[in-house]
């Protein structure tokens, strides 16, 4: 019997793990913070467990199910609106607005554990605060309704270093874009996945073209540095697991230096545990190590699953993994089409349900601007902090200038795509149905392709 309850018939159980760990943390934030939004929870978690249990244990998938509703449970804190004061530790880092998390706040001349994220947004909106620093803030509580969800609207603030080898990774890059004049481009904010210091139009315009993803540091740009890193090492004659531990160890500095963004974060724990499995000679399902990696963030910060930019990236992920046996044997031009066109077909669904836009610019302009723009800006900042850590600055300063000139080219081409091709928005209501469908014919899809999850 007990062989029965612990069976499975899949390669990659923990991707079902990671579902039941959400589902669980999804339920118990739903009850304590909005009106009604658990019964369609209820309704999901019984259908996928029921999907899930001709792959995995129910026994097990019910364990993560309750461990995930323990951990929401024991880190979600409810607090009334209102002017505090709050300590904690900086888990993204940035200019004008930064996160914070497991820290204390007091309120009432009483101070109590606020594990969870808190959104800063700092009183001088040009000052810069990086991850790994202890921030003291004075300012007005309020709630928001997705990831983070507290936000102090700061009067008075300070910044002390807990750790200097953590926040100088984000130091030293701020400190070179401004040297170069180029915290203000586009080019930077691939680099960097800040688009803070970019102007509200073009970032508008970004957002609505449906290509915003691109400039917000995720698998693409985390999984090219790595590979950069990996080369470059190749000719220094290291062994195989030198060359690995190398690797994750600056791969791990650059994730800093980027806030570091969720989309980096889960792209860095994927590759921390694909490098570790491949030093034990372990192998693993790609998605197996997606699901693990999300099982690490979503317990280490249960209020995350609220976020929709980690829905967005595990979920477009997890649609490339599935479908990555379809495309690894095609050309260069087919995968790049085919990569653009899963991931933003995968998200689809959230992101009329969330923002109700559609936009009929994103697939093509995905596919186009990943090799023409995307990968020569970011081959450009990695030569200009070569350049400039080696001294040939007038090298560095050379490609700053192509990548200004890049920048404002780009600026100038979305500002056209944007008038000619703008976003469809949907009512509430159109928006919720149109998402309903494009994950039903997702998973159809799914279906008749062979996957059967």
Not at 120 to 125: A, G, P
């Amino acid at each position: 019997m007990l062989g029965g309850l612990l069976k499975r018939k899949t390669s990659f159980p923990f991707l079902y793990y990671l579902l039941a760990t959400m589902l669980g943390e999804l339920l118990v934030f739903a009850l304590a913070w909005t009106a009604g939004a658990w019964i369609p929870l209820i309704l999901i978690s019984t259908a996928v467990i029921l999907l899930s249990s001709r792959w995995v244990s129910p026994f097990i998938w019910l364990m993560f199910f309750v461990v995930g509703c323990l951990g929401q449970s024991l880190t979600l804190k409810t607090l009334d609106p209102g002017k505090v004061e709050y300590v904690g530790y900086i888990s993204r880092g940035g200019t004008g607005n930064v996160e914070a998390s497991m820290g204390r706040v007091l309120v009432e001349g009483k101070w109590m554990n606020l594990p969870v994220a808190v959104n800063i947004r700092l009183s001088d909106r040009k000052a810069a605060a990086f991850a790994g620093q202890i921030i003291w803030t004075a300012g007005t509580l309020t709630r928001q309704e997705s990831f983070p969800l507290f936000k102090i609207e700061s009067n008075i603030e300070a910044c002390v270093e807990r750790l200097e080898v953590f926040s100088y990774p984000g130091k030293y890059v701020t400190e070179l874009l401004s040297r170069y004049k180029l915290n203000d481009t586009i080019a930077a904010a691939v680099f960097t996945g800040d688009r803070s210091h970019i102007d509200f139009e073009t970032r508008e315009r970004i957002s609505n073209l449906g290509v915003a993803h691109l400039f917000a540091v995720s698998g693409l740009h985390i999984g090219l540095m790595y590979l950069l890193v990996h080369s470059a090492l190749s000719f220094l004659m290291l062994g195989r697991k030198t060359k690995l531990i190398l690797s994750i160890v600056l791969l791990f500095f650059y994730t800093l230096s980027t806030g570091p963004a969720i989309s980096a974060t889960r792209t860095f724990l994927m590759l921390l545990c694909y490098s570790l499995l491949k030093i034990i000679d372990y192998r693993q399902h790609p998605l197996n190590i997606l699901g693990f990696s999300g099982i690490i963030i979503v317990m280490a910060q249960p209020s995350i699953v609220a976020s929709i930019s980690f829905q967005l990236s595990f979920f477009a992920t997890a649609a490339l993994l599935i479908f990555l046996p379809a495309i690894e044997n095609k050309n260069l031009l087919s995968q790049t089409l085919l990569v653009g066109a899963i991931a933003q077909t995968a998200i689809i669904p959230l992101s009329l349900s969330t923002f109700g836009t559609l936009s009929l610019a994103g697939i093509p302009l995905t596919v186009v601007m990943v090799p023409v723009f995307v990968v020569p800006s970011y081959l450009g900042m990695i030569f200009i902090l070569v350049a400039d850590l080696v001294g040939l600055q007038i090298v560095g300063s050379f490609i700053a200038g192509s990548l200004r000139a890049m920048s404002s080219l780009l600026g100038e081409v979305t500002s056209v795509i944007g008038g000619v091709i703008p976003a469809i928005r949907f009512e509430p209501l159109t928006a919720y149905l149109l998402s309903l469908l494009s994950l039903f014919l997702f998973f159809t899809l799914l279906w008749h392709s062979g996957h059967k999850p």
